[in-house]
């Protein structure tokens, strides 16, 4: 009964590196999400996904990419980092294709870019 | 884009206190949710609303429509509810990204 796993838990980089986070779901959900939060902030959507095979960007989709491999996973890459990504990531899924059902997070991954 | 104010940003009271935080939300939403999130950093939902008012144990939301307003309030607060607390709020643009809009949470403290 594991429900959002995100991995890795901890990273750091330094600017320029290459990363995915990893986000799997054992809830047969069908949306899933990326946020970033910054302190000072309010959780901000990075991507989304609806349902299997579909991505949308959020309000912060720049320097990111996604991909939803099944209904299970909701992968996010950066492909070249900067310190301007340093934050906590958390990965989310909710049953329902539009956010109006409870969202499920994973427990997060501190990412620090050097 | 919805503009979501939380307050107040910070509370520290004593155990067994009536607790209410607040959230305003400037554009008309389908949903709120009000999320906990623990000190170590993990999330949790408490609630999604839409109208009236929800409880679950000493934890009571409520949602004015009308006045774009909602509450959280905790009953006999203990030091376990010391927790940052999280509106967000669910609005339908049609076109633009599906998702929440979060406030910048309350920071919850009871002391003993």
């Known amino acids: 009964n594991a429900g959002v796993t995100q991995t890795p838990k901890f990273q750091v980089l330094k600017t320029g590196q290459s990363m995915t986070l990893q986000c799997a779901q054992d809830?047969?959900?069908?949306?899933m999400y990326w946020y970033r939060q910054d302190p000072g902030m309010g959780l901000r959507l990075i991507y989304y996904?609806?349902?299997?095979?579909?991505?949308d960007k959020g309000e912060v989709p720049n320097g990111y990419n996604v991909s939803r491999l099944n209904k299970r996973e909701f992968s996010l890459r950066l492909e070249s980092a900067a310190p301007s990504q340093t934050s906590v990531y958390f990965c989310?899924?909710?049953?329902?294709?539009?956010?109006?059902?409870?969202?499920?997070f994973g427990a997060g991954t501190r990412l620090s870019v050097l | 884009k919805n503009e979501v104010e939380q307050s107040p940003q910070n509370l520290t009271a004593q155990e067994g206190e009536f607790i209410t935080i607040n959230c305003s939300y400037s554009?008309?939403?389908?949903?709120l949710h009000w999320l906990q999130q623990h000190p170590g950093g993990g999330i949790v939902s408490l609630f999604m609303?839409?109208?009236g008012k929800k409880k679950h144990g000493r934890l009571i939301a409520t949602i004015n429509i009308q006045e774009k307003h909602s509450s959280l309030h905790i009953t006999a607060s203990h030091p376990r509810d010391s927790a940052v607390y999280i509106c967000?709020?669910?609005?339908?643009?049609?076109?633009?990204?599906?998702?929440?809009?979060f406030g910048k949470g309350t920071h919850l403290i009871i002391q003993p």
């Open positions: 989310a899924s909710s049953p329902f294709r539009q956010a109006q059902g409870i969202q499920y």
């Open positions: 809830m047969n959900h069908n949306s």
């Open positions: 996904s609806a349902s299997e095979g579909t991505t």
């Open positions: 554009v008309g939403i389908s949903a």
């Open positions: 609303l839409s109208s």
């Open positions: 967000a709020v669910y609005w339908y643009s049609g076109g633009g990204a599906d998702g929440l809009t």
